[in-house]
């Protein structure tokens, strides 16, 4: 897969300073988009634990600056149950957030990057 970081440098800057957090909690879910495990991976880097409750085998707790504010986000796989999701050429993963505007944010942030790969 080609390196986001260097060839799709305008998304990626809105992703420049992406922290690890943790669980941002009071999040919720509202948006979805479909890559690999790979291409995810590229975009946000290594992900969290599993939840412990098994309903997700990988999470991502990132935020990052956007027009002034912070957005805290997760974005995770929900009961993809008995599927090895790294070999799978697509899975859906679910975004979880504040509110709709700031996970619509991210979704749109990822999908760009996503376009311009295929």
């Not at 098994?54 to 027009?67: A, G, I, P, V």
Request: charged share 30%; proline share 3%; net charge positive.
């Amino acid at each position: 897969m080609n390196n986001y970081k260097k060839e799709y440098k305008t998304d990626m800057d809105k992703f420049n300073d992406l922290k690890t957090v943790k669980y941002p909690g009071g999040s919720f879910y509202n948006s979805t988009f479909m890559c690999s495990y790979e291409d995810l991976v590229e975009i946000l880097g290594k992900p969290g634990k599993a939840s412990s409750d098994n309903k997700c085998q990988y999470t991502w707790s990132r935020s990052f600056e956007y027009d002034h504010e912070t957005i805290k986000f997760e974005v995770y796989d929900w009961k993809e149950y008995n599927i090895d999701l790294k070999v799978q050429p697509l899975v859906r993963w679910h975004i979880g957030g504040k509110n709709r505007r700031q996970t619509e944010t991210v979704r749109s942030i990822i999908n760009n990057i996503l376009c311009r790969t295929y």
